[in-house]
């Protein structure tokens, strides 16, 4: 089975069981503490007159959200399940949702012919593939945004693994994220020192970048919510 297809399989399976249960989704965060804390970091860096690509949107969550901030939105999907429930659970006049896999360049040279330059949202989509893989959607990336489109992505940092490993030891793990690894969904993490290898300077002009973290479902015995170390950037091309 190649790589492509076990990104495909396992989210096609996760997204196609979840009902709607409170904590099933673990990352799955009201938008006033995900998408808008990203907003106030990415938003004059983005040309409102091109359409916001929300890369791997999984049920749309945040892509509403964004919608109300932007004319044409965007959410695309590697997993039919997940474009289904985005549409029917988080639609919108100015969204369209529809399949799209980040690890074919061609797909996405295509999508840049139909639309043009585009900003581009990506909140825990790059962690979770290979290195080889991340490199792969770099490609993708690079031309989707075109000469003026502006990426923010937030992904989980080098931080995320020793947290994992003591709330875990310390709680268990939880059920949002136990579900994660019953589909065979492999976590992982992007390094914060490896942005200049996946987005050369010769390519990419680095225009922020900083320690943040991705709220998550899960509320603690404690009453604090988990929030797991991340990092954002906001890049264009040269
Ligand atoms: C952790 S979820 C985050 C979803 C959404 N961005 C959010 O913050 O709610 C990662 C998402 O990336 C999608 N995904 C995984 N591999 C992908 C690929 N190769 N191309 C496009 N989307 C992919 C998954 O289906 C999943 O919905």
Not at 177 to 188: K, M
């Amino acid at each position: 089975m190649t790589a492509v297809n076990r990104y495909a399989t396992s989210w096609e399976s996760f997204w196609g069981s979840t009902t709607g249960t409170a904590g099933e989704v673990f990352w799955d965060a009201d938008p006033i503490h995900a998408s808008r804390q990203d907003l106030a970091l990415f938003r004059d860096y983005f040309n409102p007159r091109l359409p916001l690509i929300d890369l791997g949107c999984g049920n749309g969550t945040q892509t509403r959200f964004l919608a109300n901030h932007f004319t044409v939105v965007i959410g695309t999907e590697i997993a039919p399940a997940a474009v289904e429930l985005a549409t029917t659970t988080n639609g919108a006049a100015n969204i369209t949702y529809r399949l799209f896999d980040v690890l074919r360049p061609d797909d996405a040279q295509r999508l840049h012919d139909k639309i043009g330059d585009a900003n581009l949202y990506i909140r825990a989509v790059l962690h979770q593939l290979s290195p080889a893989d991340q490199a792969t959607a770099v490609q993708s990336i690079e031309r989707l945004l075109g000469a003026t489109g502006t990426l923010y992505f937030i992904e989980l940092s080098s931080a995320a693994e020793p947290y994992f490993a003591r709330l875990i030891q310390q709680y268990g793990p939880p059920p949002g994220l136990a579900r994660v690894f019953q589909h065979q969904i492999t976590p992982g993490m992007l390094r914060e020192n490896a942005i200049n290898s996946l987005f050369p300077p010769e390519r990419f002009a680095i225009l922020g970048t900083g320690p943040s973290q991705i709220r998550t479902v899960h509320t603690l015995p404690t009453g604090d919510v988990v929030e797991v170390p991340a990092f954002y950037a906001i890049l264009r091309r040269q």
